[in-house]
């Protein structure tokens, strides 16, 4: 493994890690799942995700997006989730806080 990518992104042996996302300055945690329909190529599935399916108690559709509600895509918080039904509602939410904020 190459020292910068070592740098960046952690051991890439160990079960949990944090992988950056794409654009700038994001970064989200990604935990290594075995059989999750949710996954990746590697096998990992964000870490918000897994906490909403948890409290819902199913797993979520592919069209199924995560709202960070302090749009810190690495608080986890159950009360900073908002699990929205597809990309559309997803969009909405973030127009809103621009008008109100």
């Not at 740098?7 to 994001?26: D, I, L, M, P, T």
């Not at 096998?43 to 749009?71: D, Q, T, W």
């Not at 986890?76 to 109100?100: F, G, I, P, W």
Request: glycine fraction near 8%; charged fraction near 30%.
């Amino acid at each position: 493994m190459h020292y910068k990518t070592w740098w960046r992104y952690g051991n890439a042996n160990v079960e949990k890690h944090a992988r950056r996302g794409f654009g700038k300055g994001r970064r989200e945690v990604r935990i290594k799942v075995v059989g999750h329909p949710g996954g990746n190529s590697s096998n990992c599935v964000k870490r918000a995700r897994l906490k909403v399916e948890k409290v819902i108690g199913r797993l979520l559709k592919p069209s199924e997006v995560i709202h960070h509600v302090n749009r810190d895509s690495q608080d986890d918080r159950n009360e900073n989730l908002v699990a929205c039904e597809n990309q559309s509602y997803h969009m909405l939410l973030h127009c809103k806080e621009r008008l109100t904020s």
